[in-house]
């Protein structure tokens, strides 16, 4: 049990459920005639297999009871005798009914497209894993966002940029003939989810991606994803036509770079005919991009999409920006560059926009883009991997915070106007939708880094489905899947995940604290630091603390990136009594002695955050020892040890972060509250020269 299998583990269930499943699944009527068709035949022969510790007997068409008849109305003519109304399931949803078929009980699984039925294939495959009744199943399920994709912060010479799972699974110098049955097992795990796309490498792209030898190693790629529905797309790098073509500019006005885009886009669609199309880092962080030739996002991306368009390709253009130059609060600048570019990109291009407006902290409110863009369709992108929350070992399950955001109502268009139904396309009528997760995948063994960051990849893609789910149905789903349904193990597991991220938020920036964290490799705390190429890279940027108060002025009197969002929505964040106070210092700056809704002051409150947060660790140490006896010995101990290791990290961001603060504000702990263990010097003494990921 090293993790390997994830949550496709397909361990033999107990004898009575099994029976109970057999008569459900006595015969398997599937096709064979399409590459997905013979995937999600060997998935359920798999599946079924190892649930049932035997598969079901193939047939071609039902003659038993307790068949499980799998296909489309094109490829199985008793789903087509079914007559089932498929209509608005578009390619990728499924329905699973019980119906009778020949005269015999069975369940169906139909789709419009091949793809649909694979889906469907694994949504049966996690009723049987998740203990559900078969006898009297109606599933109807649809994807409400149309590209579903991870990205992966890739090299070419496999080092991950933020990847604490190893280094990359993408084996360049063996592509394109050797093809690592790996690549395999991923796709299936993302089909399981309905992921439908990777973008192969890294947003900080090397133009060398787009030379003829790798071209020729991508496609051996997608030919593995194919039948498993995903499509692959690339980083680019907007100098391309420089660096590899032989270019002396990359205008994106220059006919010449423009002809230089059409051919290289020919080309490759020449060798992968369903390439999903391009995602740019441009313009940021020293990134080139269409600004270097006085030119804006939009003259960038639409040149970029002409090249792609005839191929039915997608442009995915992120809005991750904030210059160096610009004195402005880091937090306003993407909506401040990209707001009056509304209504002026071309239609098969998507504004990539991360779910916060700095990057991917524990905590931040929703990007004010949301809701501000109604002529262009936003794309999400969460991070996965956990860049800014402890790396591999620290246990934060990250469905609850993909959820906060996606609830959260931008009242762009009244109340009810969440981000879900921005980015799905509901609010302003986008054909063209998507979320893009930053994956947390490499070499591991168990895929991930731990057992635990799994279910964040699994989370992601469920809720790339459908953004509505709850996060804690798919903490369950991912439990009973990874471990064990047994609900002595299920459920305090489940509340173990579903606190993990608070608990994070609290002992590394609570109450709207934010970017804390140590210069560059984002690894432990360092809010002292004050040093660096520029000022909104340092910790002291984002605090403003001193001996009088702490956090940062957005309101009207300062920044005033309260007024990006809607009128009630800024209004309510400009005034400290009707902020959420989980937002409170990333829009105030607040004298110590400011009074909280507990009656504490805001120095007493902090302080009892940060404990909070090693305490929370404590618990859910508690509680792993007291579940262990439920799982194998192997992912538990790793557990185990990694909840140690989180629990002093823990005590270290909050002894270190009390200790700094104190050295500002001179005021004494709380009654009864331990002090740091060591002194402030020792905590900025630290050192970590060899941080993964960066
Ligand atoms: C930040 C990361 C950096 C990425 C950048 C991005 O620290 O490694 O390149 O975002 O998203 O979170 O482009």
Redesign the pocket.
């Known amino acids: 049990e090293d993790g390997y299998d994830l949550w496709l583990r397909y361990r033999p269930l107990p004898q009575a459920e099994a029976a109970a499943v057999r008569a459900h699944a006595a015969q398997l009527v599937i096709g064979g005639a399409s590459p997905t068709q013979e995937v999600t035949r060997q998935e359920l022969l798999r599946g079924l297999g190892g649930l049932l510790g035997g598969a079901p007997v193939v047939a071609s068409t039902v003659s038993a009871d307790g068949a499980i008849v799998v296909g489309t109305p094109a490829s199985s003519a008793q789903i087509a005798g079914l007559h089932l109304d498929l209509r608005a399931l578009g390619h990728d949803g499924y329905l699973i009914r019980s119906v009778v078929v020949a005269g015999h009980p069975a369940t169906v699984v139909a789709a419009n497209d091949d793809v649909g039925a694979l889906y469907g294939a694994f949504h049966l495959l996690r009723l049987v894993q998740t203990g559900q009744a078969l006898d009297k199943l109606d599933v109807r399920e649809w994807p409400r966002l149309k590209l579903r994709v991870l990205n992966h912060?890739d090299d070419l010479n496999r080092h991950t940029?933020?990847g604490y799972a190893g280094q990359s699974i993408w084996d360049w110098q063996k592509l394109p003939d050797w093809l690592d049955p790996r690549y395999t097992d991923y796709a299936r795990a993302n089909a399981s989810l309905g992921i439908n796309g990777t973008v192969l490498n890294?947003?900080?792209a090397n133009a060398a991606i787009l030379t003829a030898p790798y071209l020729e190693k991508v496609k051996a790629l997608a030919g593995v994803m194919r039948p498993y529905g995903i499509r692959v797309y690339l980083s680019v790098k907007f100098s391309a036509p420089i660096e590899i073509g032989g270019l002396k500019t990359a205008d994106p006005l220059d006919p010449q770079v423009q002809k230089w885009w059409r051919a290289k886009a020919d080309e490759v669609y020449a060798l992968i005919p369903d390439f999903g199309g391009f995602l740019v880092?441009a313009n940021?962080?020293g990134?080139p991009g269409p600004q270097d030739y006085g030119r804006n996002h939009a003259d960038g991306a639409n040149m970029l999409a002409d090249a792609l368009q005839p191929h039915g390709g997608v442009l995915m253009w992120?809005a991750?920006v904030y210059s160096q130059e610009n004195r402005d609060d880091r937090a306003k600048q993407a909506y401040a560059e990209f707001k009056p570019l509304d209504g002026k990109f071309r239609s098969n291009v998507l504004l990539q926009v991360?779910n916060g407006p700095i990057?991917?902290q524990p905590r931040e409110p929703f990007n004010p883009l949301f809701g501000a863009m109604p002529k262009t369709p936003l794309m999400m992108?969460f991070?996965i991997t956990k860049?800014?929350l402890g790396f591999a070992t620290h246990l934060a399950y990250l469905g609850t915070m993909f959820e906060e955001t996606l609830s959260s109502d931008t009242m762009s268009r009244g109340k009810g106007s969440t981000v879900a139904k921005v980015i799905d396309g509901q609010l302003d009528g986008h054909q063209l939708t998507g979320i893009a997760g930053?994956a947390n995948i490499g070499t591991d063994r168990d895929w991930c880094g731990s057992d635990f960051n799994q279910a964040n990849w699994y989370a992601f893609g469920r809720l790339a489905w459908n953004p509505t789910e709850s996060a804690r149905s798919i903490a369950a789903d991912w439990v009973r899947m990874t471990f064990t349904d047994e609900a002595a193990f299920v459920t305090p597991v489940v509340d173990m995940m579903m606190g993990s991220r608070e608990a994070v938020v609290d002992y590394m920036t609570p109450l709207g604290l934010h970017h804390l964290m140590g210069h560059g490799h984002?690894y432990g705390p360092a809010p002292w630091d004050a040093t660096g190429p520029r000022a909104d890279w340092t910790p002291v940027y984002y605090h403003r603390a001193d001996h009088d108060g702490i956090g940062f002025d957005r309101t009207s009197t300062g920044s005033n990136a309260v007024a990006q969002y809607a009128p009630p929505l800024a209004a309510k964040f400009n005034d400290p009594a009707t902020t959420p106070e989980v937002f409170l210092l990333w829009f105030h700056h607040l004298p110590w002695s400011y009074r909280m809704q507990s009656g504490q002051t805001l120095w007493n409150e902090l302080v009892m955050h940060y404990t909070r947060g090693v305490d929370t660790v404590g618990q859910m140490r508690d509680t792993w020892g007291r579940v262990g006896s439920h799982i194998d010995a192997e992912r538990y101990q790793k557990a185990s040890t990694f909840l140690a290791i989180q629990q002093k990290e823990a005590l270290w961001w909050r002894d270190a972060s009390i200790a700094y603060f104190q050295s500002l504000n001179g005021l004494p702990l709380p009654a009864g509250v331990a002090p740091p263990q060591h002194p402030l010097s020792y905590y900025e003494s630290l050192s970590f020269p060899f941080v993964p990921g960066?």
Do not use: A, G
């Open positions: 912060w940029e933020r890294n947003v900080n880092k940021s962080e990134q992120r991750f991360k990057d991917f992108e991070q860049e800014y930053v984002h960066y």
